[in-house]
């Protein structure tokens, strides 16, 4: 039998993360992948591509490592479809205290991505989760695609 999926099962933090080849986390906080995992992250973005093409509303929680780079890798994967582009920013300071109450983060990759995350990055809208709560930002972007205000 020739295996084309596995699906880790684990926990927040369990080590599924540190399994995976192609994605080496620095200990400075920096994040480096390799070909392996670009070759599933194409995969993965013409997988989601997919979904919302047969009708699925879909939120890609993803970090654009590659600032520019990674949003025309889904860009591309999501042309033709109707898609929101937000920016979530957060002051370095703000994100760097987030991931030391967190206790389970590499220290310095918040500040690290805070900034790198946006280089080159074209928004629709863009919220800053240092001066409001997620809650209005989420309200915030319902507005803007004319839903309903999120409910706490």
Do not use: Y
């Amino acid at each position: 039998m020739t295996v084309q999926v596995i699906v880790p099962n684990g926990g927040s933090s369990s080590g599924k993360s540190g399994i995976d080849a192609g994605i080496t986390f620095a200990a400075d906080g920096g994040v480096s992948v390799g070909q392996e995992f670009r070759a599933l992250d194409a995969a993965w973005a013409q997988g989601v591509a997919a979904m919302a093409r047969a009708g699925a509303g879909i939120v890609v929680d993803d970090v654009f490592l590659g600032g520019a780079a990674s949003q025309r890798r889904w860009r591309e994967a999501l042309d033709g479809l109707p898609v929101l582009w937000g920016g979530v920013r957060c002051e370095e300071a703000v994100a760097a205290g987030r991931e030391t109450a967190r206790g389970d983060r590499i220290p310095g990759t918040a500040a690290a991505q805070a900034r790198t995350v946006h280089e080159g990055a074209v928004h629709d809208l863009e919220v800053d989760t240092a001066r409001a709560e997620a809650l209005a930002c989420g309200r915030f972007i319902a507005a803007r695609l004319g839903r309903p205000p999120v409910r706490p």
